[in-house]
């Protein structure tokens, strides 16, 4: 879709209250469109209050509406530890998982305002504007999608951030290019995404980064702080004992974790048109949770399922960061995890130190495989030594066949 | 293989030079076998003197021959490394790659001395044992396996350690049953495994282990000690400029990255027999070097590739695990992981700050697949952002009809 | 367990009425234990009717009691057909999923008559005595498994068949050796394995076997028969019109695709024991009824969901193989299964001719994902294939960079 | 890149001598290029003399050049069928792998004539193009690609073949716009794939092709045609007992698989781009190579190697299919499979009766894992029977610790 094509249409702008919004919001508005903005609430971190955005848009003279996804946020989260599903270099594809609640909340307060083309900001280089085209294509098959930084005359009009501020100027919308950053951020809920600038060079150490979730390990307490988590079906229902929802349980965690230092991934990943990029990435909460229940399942899984929940974890990965939360094939995969984890319940105490995360115990694992006794070495309970007899000569007449057919002949 | 089944063979032992190899040792002289006993210099870091083996077993009768496999050791270190093969919880699998070396050493050494059948002394409840019998029969099919502590007569003689003591001092033969220890470890140039006894707890913390290649991270240096390694074909062949062969590599990083408090697993794994295991790992040095590959082959790899390479590193985890490393299905995934690195060259460097590792730079990554241009969001050179929306449009056409077939009705 | 393990046990035998059931059960009656015979009903092919087998078995004076299990036969193999669940060399597993339903059904009426422990006729070196262990120990914890056929002291008494007849001639009890077959048959609703004997060479042609189910290609019709399938949520719900139960329909499939010729796979598999196994197999109902399905879901999965759709099959395969069909991974993988195929919904006709299964056409396939618009090559609806530059556009910074990298220098 | 892109650049166009091909070439000379045609000899079976293509062309005034690939092809061909290379529904990928030696072929000779943009014929709706734009751009990133079927003036200039028809007209080009066909085919020595047309309909039986390299099963002769083919790291090298090189063992399999009614698939696929497409497709050649290969690595390769075997086949259908048979991954899948295959030697006859294709027997096949004595159910050698209880011991191990899990509760 080009700006021609918009022509009488209604259309709903996704907007951050920044530069870019306010340019594109007065861009279309000139245009003589029917314009509405709207912004989601994904509990942001690096954002004091959510609507101050209204605020910021006011001059532009169209009405902002905050659409509130925080507990969908939060339940992503939730579905995203479940399955251990990162990516690339072990990033926690906060914004992929971001994208998936904050289109279909969006879309759905737009369709109750009969909007009837999407206009996003996301630029025509990177994940977003894919993310952005295939769940509004999949949610609302009837609405358009304009992109205005994939629009040549967009582009040409606006080749920087000082004609931006430039034609703002011109209807008196106050407009802050501000200082060149090192990096570009992204933030939710479930963590921050630092990119672009000066983090482009491969030169450049991760440790440029100002962490907005915690501190580094250099500057966390010297001193191992525990942490006890409870689990039912996978999901984290008490954190030291308090009763927590999805959405407390993440800032909480989110807090503990940030103090601790535990949180950084520095990451050079493949988007989805192909090219490499270079991110560093927090997400404390999402790891420190995460750490309590891989215990639980590394207890509760056997050696199949332990295979095939890798197998699906990486699948919805994949699959998250293309725009495909809501595809087939992710709810399939999403259905096997349910299955795996549906026993995944106890407690564990972790010790955070520095960046590190410590495995401290783990009981009432009610569904756990372990043994002490089968697995010691020693005790006369349990499994049967000689039984291993039987086992090895079955696996010697394998090995046999093998040999006899030459395969360790050049080993 | 039972005991009466070894008559007029030649035997040879596997030994540690502890209780349990002069007790088997001297159970099969005693019955009258020709006795022959064999141990392997995997560059233990707890042995002080390999030699120390040969002076223990002394009094037993029989002689005891060294088996040097430290640059076998060294070179399955780097294929495990090289291919990112970690198995359950991460877990580096030292133990396991360090029994398909030592069989393999063993196994050449007994032949050339006429040994008929290899007796080994893992326990009956173990991975060992499976390891030990199928890399015996798969590299020498002529050859029998037994497995004293799976045989009824001797683990009813010998029922624990203080019957053993007695059994040896009826010989004068100096044994010390010592005192219990908190957990057993197996020690080799990869790492260590601590396991058994207060560790098969899941109340245990893992920090009751005392790392014997390194330190806690709270007991090490307060600052970030930079380290620079450069890749070739997906081996280390310089640190800190130095050129180093595998054996010193390994060496040299257990060392740096031990004093830094970077080593620390904690798992619970799927044993081949189907119980589980709990294990405290020590692996410095896996741990440097494979962080310095994976930033590279971050560079290296594209999609795909990387997808496949961690399929890959997962069933050669596994087939390793199992006592695999030479079946035909391990070399073929090595195969293609040979072609996936063989271009993973350049220079990294990280640092090292208790128990953490930093990304600091990359350089000279001649095979990197990561443009600045292309992966910037604001740079008019690279990847032209109208192209995008071709590319938008061709994935709506998709969605559209995965949309028209009602896979999105429920989301 | 061992037969003097049995002592004073409450003992229930899986029977067949033939030679080896009669001899174990007299045997064990000798032993003077409680003995209960038990046998599934599982639509058997080539057992004319189920309750000659209580005539068989009352000469040996234990009461036997026919347990039906026909619609739970019918209902794996629509779980099997829906997974295309195929094992090495495209074997439909019949046996492996005839195990399933026969143990759970057989330990199920077991324990309402106090059964202590279960004894199966399998002999020691193939699948099925893994499979009754597994599932009796999965279903019945508390039940123990007896194998004559593993246990040294009857493997010494009864040698041969003839032994054998000769054991139950001492009682009067009627038994006939037979002649020697080529090769014996395992059998039920789903299909047919013949396997042994003749069959063992691998210079033995599959022409050998004669068909059961059905004819051989060169004695069916010479006239194409069209079939018309209809299913819902993956299972055929109506053939040529007429509503089918699971039952009615594996029974009609069978028929029909028996009388074309169309069921026949020879293949050498892999044995959970690990040694190699040279089968010849008959399944023409499930060859029939899957093909139906296959062309559903070739136009209702996209490629990421056909990919997964393999993948979760061969699991289940292989795990229904390992006797694992209960197992969680095995219900994870069914789980994804379920969501993929819910939408697998429409009409099929088939043509058989002489073994081969035609394509005729498909209607009403609501999910289908297939647009004649998009898909043609020259109509001016659908896809614009301007639209294509750009995406070919993107694909070539990516190929850029591959090349620029050197990644196509050897090509 | 579109027309006004390809101003002073010396153009090599990809022709076929058809009425596209035609009107291309005429109507970029019309423009003031310097243009040269090139097609590929792939053995084509439906083109008699492939000199005609140039007979064809010299109307229009540019020589064109025949580039012979027919080597290259028959190489691919084994390379696939060594992989069971096989795309969704069974599919022998045909036009897939032959684009990948077409575009080679051909790139390399443009860029011998100084050729700097590629124009190829392809649709802007399918597979093609993007295969086209991938090879060209891997193997000679230099050179452009030019889709006039892309380029929105040519789609305007000529909506249909009259218009091109009489275009050529005006110079009197000949030009036969043919009666309207029932469906199009694109062929090679691997196969056929007819699509389009008629076949686009669902309602269409896959009968209505006629088939170009066989015939169907019905007008097959009635008798049993018995085939030897011998294999030497898993490429066919003798047919019959007579030596064979690829190109000859393609051209043979095709003929005797063609003439018994063994080649036929009908398939809906999913393109690259997204969309379905619906085809019908011989590769007689293809399927019999395969049929006697399977049958050797069934005995060679043990369970955990079938498996990666399957799962390398499966990737490489699907990068090959993508374009992508050069990319690492693709290499580096292909390195497996020549590990897995290297020991696939030996001789099999299989039975051809009208489109069935029957196992007859199989000799000489040094690396089989198949031993009569293990595999057999009765004989006295080979595998322990009594062996098989320590096994089934230590699997009910597990089993218990997954039932005391509640793992089984609701089976």
């Known amino acids: ?89 072990g990033y926690w594809n906060t914004t992929g998982i971001a994208r998936a609640v904050t289109v279909r909340g969006i879309v759905r307060a737009m369709q109750e305002h009969g909007v009837e083309v999407l206009c996003h900001g996301a630029t ?36 920087g951030r000082t004609e931006m501020a430039d034609y703002l100027a011109q209807f008196d919308i106050p407009a802050v290019i501000g200082m060149k950053k090192k990096y570009s951020t992204d933030a939710n809920l479930a963590g921050l995404s630092h990119e672009a600038e000066d983090l482009e060079e491969l030169e450049t150490s991760c440790l440029i980064v100002e962490p907005t979730m915690g501190v580094w390990p250099a500057d966390a307490p010297d001193k191992i702080e525990n942490v006890t988590l409870t689990f039912q079906h996978g999901y984290c229902t008490t954190i030291n004992g308090e009763k927590v929802s999805p959405l407390q349980a993440m800032e909480k965690a989110n807090e503990i974790a940030g103090r601790n230092g535990v949180w950084m991934k520095n990451a050079l990943e493949n988007r989805i048109i192909g090219t490499k ?61 349910d299955t795996l984890t549906e026993s995944a319940e106890g407690e564990v105490t972790l010790g955070l130190y520095k960046g590190n995360v410590f495995f401290q115990s783990m009981t009432d694992i009610y569904a756990s495989l372990y043994n002490e006794a089968d697995s010691s070495m020693e005790a006369s309970d349990g499994l049967n030594p000689a039984s291993s007899q039987g086992f090895a000569d079955i696996i010697s007449v394998e090995t046999a066949a093998l040999a006899k057919a030459g395969q360790f002949d050049d080993c």
């Open 124 to 159: 025509g280089r990177g994940n977003d504007q894919m993310r952005f085209e295939r769940y509004t294509r999949a949610l609302a098959p009837e609405m358009g999608v304009y992109a205005p930084w994939r629009d040549p005359e967009l582009l040409e009009q606006f080749p």
């Open 1 to 89: 879709m080009l700006l021609k094509d918009l022509k009488g249409k209604k259309i709903g702008i996704c907007v951050s209250g920044g530069l870019d919004s306010k340019t594109v919001t007065k861009r279309l508005m000139e245009e003589g469109l029917d314009v509405i903005c709207f912004s989601a609430d994904l509990a942001q971190p690096d954002e004091k209050d959510i609507n101050d955005i209204i605020t910021k848009m006011e001059p532009c003279g169209a009405p902002t509406y905050i659409v509130d996804v925080k507990d969908d946020m939060a339940e992503i989260c939730y579905e995203t530890i479940k399955a251990s599903a990162t990516y690339d270099g």
């Open 277 to 337: 990029s270079r991110g560093v990435y927090e997400a404390p909460g999402m790891v420190l949770l995460h750490a309590g229940l891989e215990n639980i399942l590394q207890a509760t899984l056997d050696r199949n399922s332990f295979s095939l929940y890798k197998q699906m974890g990486d699948l919805i990965s994949n699959l998250v960061y293309d725009g495909r939360y809501y595809d087939k094939s992710c709810q399939a995969a999403r259905a096997a995890i």
